[in-house]
């Protein structure tokens, strides 16, 4: 049975409407599509991959369901260190009450990053 998109799209209201199918099944449908289209353009790719051509447009994965690699970036050891040190202010301000935290942030804005970690660990530890 072959239908134009204008009947696909009243069949499919029709159906919703009398609770024949759910929107979330009709959701499935499409996903599987996609997932489908995915694998066609794999196979694709590595077909022409075979002939020696490059492939046009498929995008290089290498495994199963893996992300496009991403470039690192270069980070030398101090703004390493740094951020090390910003990831444990992080950690101990966001467990702070706000009056706190503006203490501790009045501390690191005066005296620096190292004595605001202190103050709000001591703060941290501190049972309530």
Known sequence: ???????????????????RIRPSQIQAVLQEREREIATLRERLASLERLDG????GAARKSGKGARPQRRRLKMSPKVRA????QGKYM????RLKPAEKARVRAVREKQGMEPAIRM?????????
Request: net charge positive; aromatic share 4%.
């Open 1 to 19: 049975m072959r239908l134009t998109p204008t009947q696909s799209h009243y069949v499919l209201s029709s159906l919703i409407e009398r609770g």
């Open 53 to 56: 051509a490059s492939p046009r």
């Open 82 to 85: 740094l951020r090390r040190l």
């Open 91 to 94: 950690g101990y301000v966001r």
């Open 120 to 128: 709000a660990s001591s703060l941290v530890a501190r049972p309530s």
